[in-house]
């Protein structure tokens, strides 16, 4: 096997070339110049997420346990560029003193996850996408305890890393069964081979609430909460987008190219869990205070709606299921963005804090408001786009009820949504946030959000591109 | 072949470990004792994966190579967790994972 | 075949009086937009009578008989193809009829009220809102189909609302003003449904092809019955609905007393000669489908007219404000005109109801307006209508005097006094046809005789009451339209009604049947008489009579208490169990649902949040329960 | 750049201009000026549509124009206009001009006030132009919802709640209708085919009545929501009586109009075979709307209150001769919409001033202000007459068009609900009268109110524009009514294929 084969793992190699990178200069450099690290690996990204978007060769490699192609690619580009957006947003908290000296841990762990990820959704095996998942998940229990001197910080990560072991231990033994009914882990050959047997179903099973529990669905979401609020805020933004979505990625690709037999039997369980995930993801939402944990269950329901995606089987929903990840990665990205700004300028986190927040500083509620508009579907931002397409797909087999009961749902989100958008705008505060003026990183990435929120919409060029590029059934 | 065990025992003791593993899981207080319940379904899993191979599909080494790469997993999974049980410990004065839920509802 | 193309400008030009008024009346002098307002009725007083010449004496007849004549017509709102409102000028002799009388006294009440009104509040609003009446009541009048004439309707509707409600810091007349409006809105919704019903059946709104013999309206009488009555019948009876409420019969006449706290030239003009004969009119217009279709509804409307005819005259006999007694006289003389329609035929010699309706409308029409004026120019002197506090007035004001006493002697019906020939045509019309009607409206005739004399005695004799400051006869602008009013209604009587304004426009021979003139007079000389030993000097036979009959008097005094039975459906029944529940019910029941939606969502966010417990173990427990119970629903239960 | 584009284009211009001036003179100068250029444009339009139709174009809709946007769904940027919706194209312009004159004296947040209001304006005008159920969705969603902050951040009295309740109704509304698109967009081909949103070539196809009857009532009571349809009016009276004055003249007389005209133009015009199975139900619902809202009218203490429940009985009038589904009673749907928007819009404008100037909107608290402002009270009488139907104004050429084209029917069941429907005339003459003699007519009642002034010139502005209208269309009805006639007849066409009564 040629060397220039390997080139299809592009973004993984370039990936890991950062990490040395970050490491060697962490190496090297001297002790007060540590926040030189931040501007260099920050460039370091930005070069490979430019770099990710050329032309690339499909193909497999490693006897096709590596797959690349074009729809994996763009899975890949977009986390690059939720994760470019979360270093943007968290260098003015790595500047802070007490992280001084957790700079280059914190961009290594980030990216080895990313690399986890892409390893996860290029992977044409089992063993592969069990590696990919695994690294994509315990340097998150990591960061997610990255405050140690913070107890909600360690607790969000003891949680995070007990559960994921749980669930990795059941998706193991769900996928032990499958090996045992059929002898392969390649994806192929398990396509073809699959048959409706009630061993094979329960190993389905199991691998579902793997799954189920990355993309936290209910009833498998019960830790999304806790580790959201304990862990740190970019952290947070990074677990409700970018694992979130890459778990999505593969899930999506797995459930439409491994188990296409059985989509009976999936469809059922999909239906199921999106419904209960919208409603127990709404109707805790509504009661949040701390903003972290009322995000936290805003983005359990949202996962209720990307399932509708799934449920078709059809291209259209494979397209509209990556095409919401990519609206939902600007979208929440920058409400993160702004609750992270507020934090770091004046440590407050929860929603009766920003009452008025629009009179001292009306840019960072607009940006807000923008954000929680796209996340509730309003138009004609991009979140209504990405929703209508999600319930076009489900509609497009006949799911009404289903679609009936999200529309539905999307009322109440709405109506918290509105609460925070009511603390900005309507009420009146005596000691309100004092105005603040956060670093150009800070502004930069939130530009970079509200341009995806307002253009990805519009943008029909980007849909049609994402759908030719994706598959059904 | 391993003369006179056929692979159904094996198997059974594996679901016995796995279920072993999540009861420990799930009524252990001591995070330690957890994250060994959760080692011992991942063990359940590899011995799985070892018989399906062994009597199964001997020409192929998938199964092994899965566990291997489990044990490795396992292995680094329970580095980390152990160090952040350690900061628990600092932050907490106590391992107990009752005591561990200052975030709720 | 004659132009009457001019005629339009009998519309327009009060209607652009109103516009000018109203909008830049308070730019001009109080006196200039009176006389506008004057000169441009007087204008279309003019025309109306060239027109009544070319019509009655010029116009051709088709063997004999008057035609309907279309001046001018066009399409004002498309509804269906067939069915259109059209706003239009129809020239009948009812309707040039109308024309004189509406534009006569209209412009007497013009002059009148210059003086009336002088240095009045808002004067020039008055002569804009007189002008807009007259226009509606002129556009009423002519109109060429049910619908225009409905929109006229509610028209003089609202005019009346605001003339009434002229003074509208008093209290009084908003309420008057109000229950005008409301009472006969109401009524105006039967019209109204009268219409959907009849245009429904027959598929037009046009006179001439609904009341036309071989119209649909008569030919196709039948269709599905309802209570014994045909549709058309049912129609009709919601038409004559509208007519009841406008021209206040019983049970909707309880607005016109109140109407009286407008001022008094609008009294006359609206209340008095004009607006409230619009019921008439409206039956008159309708007549051959009320004759030759629906005779059941042509009954309705005599019985009504005869028992609102009695009930007015014998309240009138105890009321004391000068203005009330002349509401409730109208009532009665109204009631008149609706029973001789009713009784009446149609064509020939039957329809002599018909054309002594006509007839009456417009006697009564001046001697009422005259009666109005005349109390309006007592009212200027004494600045009271209670005639308890008159007396001995006729030495103040000779002309009033004169002219009044004519009026009420017309009124009581004395030869050769105009209201002595139109009544009697009514009492014949009704005698030929219905006894019990008859013998009504003869003791009516009585009443009438005594409350106008009780009225006129004890204004003008009975005992000297001391006023302030001594009363004064009124100035020229208020007394030439008295007197030549009372021209009018001298004269009126030899007008030959029957030549000209007949059901079916083919002129007949009337004469006086002695035997129903003989004995009609008498009762009214009798009446007279009594007024006159009760009333002549100031005795005290009224009280004793009124203590011996208390009751009836108590009863007749407070208007047998229909006021009362109203406020009481309205207050209570409309508002306190029908609005306030249906007000409540929304806030509570309705929106409660509503709210409890939101409620609900968050109780259970509130009691489901025990599995967001923070025990980790809990977490695990879940999640293993939930792969199991998925695991077991997917492979067994739902397969 | 085509004319209809521009009712967008204008608004969108209008906002950046107000975006970038300083002074609160010049913001509001700069709407006033915008919203002046779209009433012209308004006008413009009502003429070249007239000359076009004169000219003999045959289309049923006209100065078409389709973009194809995302070809799969098939979604297009599809704009073109009958009589219909110029004859509510114009009416919004009118309504959004005179509501910037009546909101000229807005302090607060100015800028963001006048924002907002524009945007409204926006997505009504963009739903009125667009042909394509994507396009007139998304407008309408961008309608309703900046309607929440100008409730919340402008209003008065219980405004977080009102404007949550609001919201949230409409937005449950707009939800259903979302749910129903979608049935009819994949049922828009029941013989193979592409899908399409596209209205025009989804009423050449009829939908299978199996799915008419699950889409027809989602999209019914969808829009009905915002038709202020029994019972889901609730929202309408907090709403109007929280909401400041041009946002109540904008809700009540443009934005609940969206509601009419997308259940005539969806629900009805799409699928008229479920429509005329189910239309029972909803004319019982909305028959009951028309006089419960009269009578709920009659006890109520506050101005707003007043009109809201008004509106309830007058947009119940609307759905109800929607409902009845023939030529006549379509034709009076359309101008009693536009009557009661300019109506109802004068109604809210006049409250308005007259709270600006005594700060109270309890009638009781009022009296005979009619000597003190005069001005203001005749506008208000007659508004009130207009809204009693008095002939001469627009509410009466409406009613009586309902009331003759619903009469037509040939059940009887129709016929005796219309009648029930006729008796509110006489119910709302007895509120309309009520207050005008409570507030305006008799002595005046609160001595601070002797002094009060009476318009100033932007007031006048604003409601001499809307009595203009309200008389003009009350006066010669005439080309109104040919104008919407003719573009209903493909229309009624469909649905008498269908149904014929």
């Known amino acids: 096997m040629s060397p220039d084969k390997f080139l299809i793992m592009r973004h993984e190699l370039l990936l890991t070339a950062v990490v040395l990178v970050v490491l060697i200069a962490e190496v090297f450099s001297h002790p007060d110049k540590k926040g030189k690290i931040i501007t260099l690996s920050v460039i370091c990204f930005g070069i490979i997420t430019a770099l990710g978007f050329l032309p690339s060769a499909e193909g497999e490699i490693f006897g096709g346990m590596y797959v690349s192609s074009g729809s994996r690619l763009m899975m890949k580009n977009i986390l690059n560029i939720g994760v470019m957006l979360v270093f943007l947003q968290s260098v003015d908290w790595l500047r802070k003193a007490e992280n001084s000296d957790k700079i280059s841990e914190y961009f290594i762990l980030l990216i080895s996850t990313l690399i986890g990820m892409n390893f996860m959704i290029s992977s044409g095996h089992f063993l592969m996408f069990y590696i990919g998942l695994e690294l994509a998940t315990i340097p998150i229990a990591a960061l997610a305890a990255f405050d140690k001197y913070r107890n909600n910080s360690a607790e969000a990560g003891i949680k995070l890393i007990l559960i994921s072991a749980l669930s990795s231990g059941i998706l193991l033994y769900g996928l032990s069964m499958i090996y045992g009914t059929l002898g392969t882990f390649y994806f192929k050959e398990i396509a073809v081979s699959f048959s409706n047997s009630n061993l094979q179903i329960l190993g389905f099973i199991y691998f579902f609430t793997g799954m189920a529990f990355k993309i936290s669905i209910v009833p498998f979401h019960l830790w999304t909460a806790d580790v959201y609020e304990g862990a740190p805020i970019n952290i947070t933004a990074y677990l409700s987008v970018i694992s979130k979505g890459a778990a999505v990625f593969i899930f999506i690709i797995v459930l439409f190219t491994v188990f296409p037999v059985i989509i009976a039997t999936w469809q059922k369980a999909i239906y199921l869990t999106s419904i209960l995930t919208m409603t127990i993801g709404n109707l805790f939402a509504i009661r949040q205070q701390n903003l972290k944990r009322f995000l936290a269950f805003s983005s359990i329901s949202q996962a209720g709606y990307i399932l509708l995606g799934f449920i078709g089987g059809n291209q259209l929903g494979m397209a509209s299921v990556i095409y919401y990840i990519l609206v939902y990665i600007f979208s929440n990205l920058g409400a993160f963005g702004v609750v992270l700004a507020i934090s770091n300028a004046s440590g407050k986190e929860n929603i009766d804090d920003y009452n008025g927040l629009y009179h001292t500083n009306p840019k960072l509620s607009l940006i807000m408001m923008l954000a929680l508009f796209s996340l509730a579907g309003i138009p004609p931002v991009a979140g209504y786009f990405g929703k209508f397409f999600l319930f076009t797909a489900a509609a497009e087999k006949g799911f009404y009820p289903l679609v009936i009961i999200a529309v539905l749902n999307t009322i109440i989100s709405l109506y918290y949504y509105l609460l925070i958008v009511k603390a900005m705008f309507l009420l009146k505060n005596e000691s309100p946030i004092e105005k603040f003026k956060s670093s150009m990183y800070t502004r930069f990435a939130l530009g970079l959000c509200v341009a995806g929120i307002v253009v990805t919409g519009f943008a029909s060029a980007l849909f049609e591109f994402i759908r030719n590029l994706s598959f059904g059934i | 072949m391993i003369t006179g065990v056929p692979v159904q025992y094996f198997l059974i003791l594996a679901t016995l470990m796995f279920f072993a593993g999540v009861y420990g899981f799930l009524t252990r207080r001591n995070l330690i004792t957890m994250l060994m319940a959760t080692e011992l379904i991942l063990n359940s899993v590899n011995i799985n994966f070892m018989a399906f191979n062994r009597y199964l599909y001997p020409q192929k080494m998938e199964g092994m190579f899965f566990s291997l790469f489990v044990i490795a997993v396992a292995a680094s999974e329970a580095a980390v967790a152990i160090a952040i049980i350690i900061n628990i410990y600092r932050r907490f004065a106590t391992i107990n994972v009752e005591d561990v839920n200052q975030m709720k509802f | ?639 | 750049m085509d004319i209809l584009t521009l009712f967008v284009v204008i608004p969108v211009l209008t906002m950046t201009a107000i975006l970038f001036v300083r002074d609160i003179k010049h913001v509001r100068v700069a709407a006033a000026i915008g919203m002046g250029i779209q009433l012209i444009l308004a006008a413009v339009l009502v003429f070249s549509y007239l000359a076009a139709r004169k000219a003999g174009a045959s289309d049923e809709m006209l100065f078409v124009r389709d973009y194809l946007w995302f070809k799969n769904p098939n979604i297009h940027y599809a704009i073109g206009v009958d009589g219909i919706s110029v004859a509510m194209i114009s009416l919004t312009s009118i309504v959004v001009f005179a509501g910037i004159f009546a909101s000229w004296e807005v302090e607060f947040l100015t800028k963001e006030f006048f924002v907002s209001l524009i945007l409204l304006a926006t997505g009504v005008f963009g739903f009125f132009i667009s042909i394509d159920l994507f396009t007139m969705f998304l407008f309408y969603e961008l309608a309703v919802i900046p309607m929440y902050l100008l409730i919340g951040i402008w209003g008065s009295g219980p405004k977080e709640y009102s404007a949550m309740k609001l919201t949230l109704m409409l937005m449950g509304g707009s939800a259903l209708i979302l749910a129903g698109l979608l049935g009819i967009y994949f049922n828009s081909a029941p013989d193979g085919g592409q899908f399409t949103f596209n209205i025009l070539e989804i009423s050449k196809i009829t939908i299978p009545i199996s799915a008419q009857r699950l889409f027809f009532p989602l999209t019914f009571v969808g829009f009905g929501v915002l038709g202020a349809l029994f019972p889901f009016h609730t929202w309408s009276p907090d709403g109007h009586a929280s909401a400041p004055t041009a946002v109540s003249m904008l809700h009540a007389g443009v934005l609940m109009k969206l509601g009419g005209y997308g259940a005539f133009r969806v629900a009805i015009f799409l699928m008229p075979e479920a429509a005329a199975e189910l239309s029972w139900i909803f004319i019982i619902l909305t028959a009951t709307s028309v006089v419960y809202g009269a009578f709920g009218a009659i006890v109520q203490k506050d101005l707003k209150y007043i009109n809201a429940y008004s509106s309830v009985s007058h947009c119940g009038l609307v759905l109800f001769a929607i409902l009845m589904m023939n030529q006549t009673a379509l034709n009076g749907a359309v101008i009693q919409m536009i009557s009661h928007g300019l109506m109802t819009a004068l109604f809210f404008a006049l409250i308005g001033m007259i709270y600006g100037r005594t700060h109270t909107r309890m009638i009781s608290e009022m009296g005979g202000l009619m000597k003190v402002i005069p001005f203001l009270s005749v506008c208000y009488v007659i508004a009130g007459l207009a809204s009693l139907g008095l002939p001469g104004l627009s509410g009466f050429v409406a009613e009586m068009t309902i009331f003759v084209g619903a009469f037509q029917h040939t059940d009887v069941f129709h016929r005796v609900v219309t009648i029930v429907a006729v008796s509110s005339i006489v119910i709302t003459a007895v509120y309309i009268l009520r207050v005008v003699a409570i507030l305006l007519l008799g002595p005046t009642t609160d001595e601070h109110h002797e002094h009060l002034t009476d318009a100033k010139w932007f007031e006048k502005v604003s409601v001499v524009t809307l009595i203009g209208s309200v008389a003009g269309i009350g006066l010669a009805p005439y080309w109104l009514s040919t104008m919407i006639g003719t573009s209903m007849q493909p229309v009624v066409e469909k649905i008498l294929s269908v149904n014929p009564f």
Request: aromatic share 16%.
């Open chain 3, 1 to 639: 075949m004659i132009n009457f193309g001019y005629t339009i400008w009998i519309l327009l030009l009060p209607f652009l009086m109103f516009l000018l008024l109203g909008l830049a009346g308070h730019k001009l002098k109080p006196k200039l937009s009176g006389l506008l307002g004057t000169a441009g009725l007087g204008i279309i007083t003019v025309l109306s009578y060239i027109t009544a010449y070319k019509y009655f004496f010029t116009s051709e007849k088709v063997d004999g008989a008057y035609q309907k004549i279309i001046a001018l017509n066009g399409v004002w709102l498309q509804l269906t193809e067939n069915l259109h409102i059209d706003i239009g000028i129809l020239l009948d002799p009812i309707s040039v009829m109308m024309l004189i009388v509406v534009t006569t006294v209209s412009f007497m009440v013009h002059i009148y009220s210059i003086g009336y009104m002088h240095g009045e509040k808002g004067f020039e609003r008055f002569f804009a809102f007189l002008s807009l009446f007259s226009f509606s009541m002129l556009g009423l009048v002519v109109a060429t189909n049910i619908f225009q004439m409905y929109i006229f309707w509610e028209l003089v509707g609202v005019s009346s609302y605001l003339l009434i409600g002229f003074y509208y810091t008093k209290p009084s007349a908003v309420r008057a003003s109000k229950k005008a409006f409301i009472v006969t809105r109401f009524a105006d919704m039967g019209f109204l449904i009268g219409i959907l019903i009849l245009s429904f059946n027959t598929k037009t709104f046009d006179f001439i092809s609904l009341t036309s013999l071989t119209g649909p309206a008569i030919t196709q009488t039948g269709g599905a019955a309802f209570m014994g009555l045909s549709v058309l019948t049912w129609s009709m009876i919601f038409v004559y609905m509208g007519g009841v409420g406008k021209s206040a019969m019983f049970p909707f006449h309880i607005w016109l007393p109140d109407a009286m706290e407008g001022p008094t030239p609008v009294s006359a003009l609206i209340h008095a000669a004009t607006m409230v004969v619009a019921g008439v009119y409206l039956v008159a217009r309708m007549f051959p489908i009320y004759s030759l279709a629906a005779p059941d509804a042509l009954n309705v409307v005599a019985y009504v007219g005869a028992f609102s005819s009695l009930l007015a005259a014998v309240i009138a006999c105890t009321q004391t404000d000068i203005k009330r007694v002349l509401a409730f006289s109208t009532m009665s003389q109204i009631g008149y005109m609706m029973l001789a329609l009713g009784v009446s035929g149609y064509g020939g010699h039957d329809g002599l109801g018909y054309m002594a309706s006509m007839f009456h409308l417009f006697t009564h029409a001046m001697f009422k307006a005259l009666l109005f004026l005349g109390a309006g120019a007592i009212i200027h002197a004494v600045h009271s209508n209670h005639m308890t506090e008159m007396g001995g007035l006729r030495k103040y004001l000779p002309i009033t005097h004169a002219t009044f006493l004519i009026a009420c002697l017309t009124i009581a019906g004395i030869p050769p006094l105009s209201g002595f020939f139109s009544k009697d045509e009514i009492l014949t019309a009704a005698l030929h046809h219905n006894k019990l009607l008859f013998a009504v409206e003869y003791a009516v005739a009585g009443l009438t005789a005594f409350y106008m004399f009780r009225l006129y005695f004890s204004i003008f004799w009975g005992k000297e009451t001391h006023y302030h400051h001594t009363p004064h006869e009124a100035p020229a602008l208020m007394t030439i339209p008295l007197i030549i009013l009372a021209i009018g209604s001298v004269f009126a009587g030899f007008i030959p009604f029957s030549k000209l304004v007949t059901s079916d426009g083919m002129p007949f021979e009337s004469h006086i049947e002695m035997s129903v003139a003989v004995p009609s007079v008498l009762i009214g000389l009798i009446g007279i008489g009594i007024a006159f030993i009760m009333y002549r000097k100031e005795t005290a036979i009224p009280d004793r009579l009124a203590a011996a009959f208390k009751y009836s008097y108590k009863w007749s005094y407070n208007k047998f208490y229909v006021d009362e039975a109203y406020i009481f459906i309205t207050k209570n029944i409309i508002f306190r169990y029908i609005s306030t529940p249906i007000a409540w019910f929304d806030r509570h029941i309705i929106d409660g649902t509503m709210n409890s939606i939101a409620f609900v969502a968050q109780l259970v966010s509130f009691r489901i949040r025990g599995f967001q417990s923070g025990q980790l173990q809990k977490y695990g427990f879940v999640f293993v329960t939930g792969a199991i119970s998925l695991a077991i629903l997917l492979i067994y239960l739902w397969k």
